[in-house]
Nanobody
C-alpha cells in the first residue's frame, strides 16, 4: 500500500519559516519524481515545487521562487519543502505527490499518488 504522509504544517506569522516533510512508503522512492502543491480555500490546487528522481532538476512556481526550497533524502524516503519568508498568501493546505513518469512536473494530472495534506496558516 502506497502512503505519502505530510507533516510540519502549522500556524506562523508573516516572515517566519516552516519545513514540511513528506514521508513515502510502498513505492521505490528513488525512482519517482516528487512535487508539492497547495490549495487555498475556494481555489484550485496549484503547483509549488517539484524535484526529479535524482534531484538533478528542481522547478518552482514564480509565487514561491526564492523563498521555498525543495529537497529529498533517498535514505529516509522523505521529501522536504523549506518555506522561508512566509506570507499570508501562502496560507493553504499543502500536498505532496509522487510521479512515476514526468512529462510535465507542474501538471497535477501527471502525479500518481498524493498525500492527505498539511495545513499551513500564515497570519499577518
Amino acid at each position: 500500500q502506497v502512503q505519502l504522509v505530510e507533516s510540519g504544517g502549522g500556524l506562523v506569522q508573516a516572515g517566519d519559516s516552516l519545513r514540511l516533510s513528506c514521508t513515502v512508503s510502498g513505492l521505490p522512492f528513488s525512482r519517482y519524481a516528487m512535487g508539492w502543491f497547495y490549495q487555498a480555500p475556494g481555489k484550485v490546487r496549484e503547483f509549488a515545487a517539484a524535484i526529479t528522481w535524482n534531484s538533478g532538476f528542481t522547478d518552482y512556481a514564480d509565487s514561491v521562487k526564492g523563498r521555498f526550497t525543495i529537497s529529498r533524502d533517498t535514505a529516509k524516503d522523505t521529501m522536504y519543502l523549506q518555506m522561508n519568508s512566509l506570507e499570508p498568501e501562502d496560507t493553504a493546505v499543502y500536498y505532496c505527490a509522487a510521479a512515476k513518469t514526468v512529462p510535465a512536473l507542474r501538471d497535477p494530472d501527471d502525479y500518481n499518488y498524493w498525500g492527505q495534506g498539511t495545513q499551513v496558516t500564515v497570519s499577518s
